[in-house]
């Protein structure tokens, strides 16, 4: 698998999950009183309920923390802090590539499910399995959860930039651009674009990557210099 390739497609580890946890009848003080009992038992039942959301929620969260810890376990003979360890990095590359595909298919429809689903995908690409690795990276795409939907979509047209097929990953970007995220950023998207575009649209990536140019925002002036020097040189 080419060393580019792997760094393109990898991004900053999009499994740490924040719950929040809410005392439902605490927060509805008020309404019991005024309306007594029996609305403090359908307040009961909500509250409950939601527990109940909350506690699943949990599980789902522990279960990809879980697969995570077999992504990051240690390679050799043993682990000198004690935790997981595999003898070679091939062996514990199948290992993590099932924890994450046992979650992605236990909590199917979640977004714990299509995160675990989009570091399977990950790992596919990082084996050379590039064709099982676009097949997840489709499936992240289509999630019900915009952030990780986007995540899906921008890992799906980043592996085709790498592939050199622009036009294929040129929607991906527009509408990454015209829908951005708290994942993905509309700066992102763009400079993404323009890379997808420098040779079949040149003057309208100079015109992204310039108007990026001159936001006062370091990161993002950085990129588009980057990008500007790719297509100068080109």
Do not use: W
Not at 61 to 87: C, E, H, I, S, W
Not at 97 to 104: H, M, R
Not at 161 to 185: D, F, I, M, W, Y
Request: glycine letters at 6%; a positive charge; proline letters at 2%.
């Amino acid at each position: 698998m080419d060393k580019q390739l792997r760094e393109q497609i990898k991004h900053d580890k999009f499994v740490e999950e924040v719950t929040h946890t809410v005392d439902y009848l605490q927060g509805h003080k008020a309404q019991v009183k005024k309306y007594g009992g029996v609305v403090a038992a359908v307040l009961v039942v909500a509250a409950g309920i939601y527990g109940f959301m909350n506690y699943q929620a949990s599980k789902r969260q522990d279960d990809l923390r879980q697969a995570t810890l077999v992504q990051d376990a240690f390679v050799g003979p043993q682990n000198p802090n004690g935790g997981l360890a595999y003898a070679t990095q091939a062996e514990k590359d199948v290992a993590a590539l099932k924890a994450y595909s046992d979650v992605a298919s236990k909590h199917s429809g979640s977004r714990e499910g299509d995160l675990a689903r989009y570091s399977a995908a990950t790992l596919l690409c990082d084996t050379g399995k590039l064709a099982e690795c676009e097949a997840g990276f489709k499936q992240v795409a289509a999630s019900s959860d915009k952030n990780t939907s986007s995540l899906g979509k921008l890992s799906l047209a980043t592996l085709y930039l790498a592939q050199k097929k622009g036009e294929q990953a040129e929607p991906l970007l527009r509408e990454l651009v015209a829908n951005p995220t708290a994942v993905v950023s509309k700066e992102q998207a763009q400079i993404a674009l323009a890379r997808a575009i420098l040779k079949t649209k040149r003057q309208e990536a100079e015109i992204i990557l310039k108007s990026l140019q001159a936001l006062d925002r370091p990161a993002v002036t950085r990129a588009a210099v980057g990008v500007l020097g790719e297509m100068m040189n080109q």
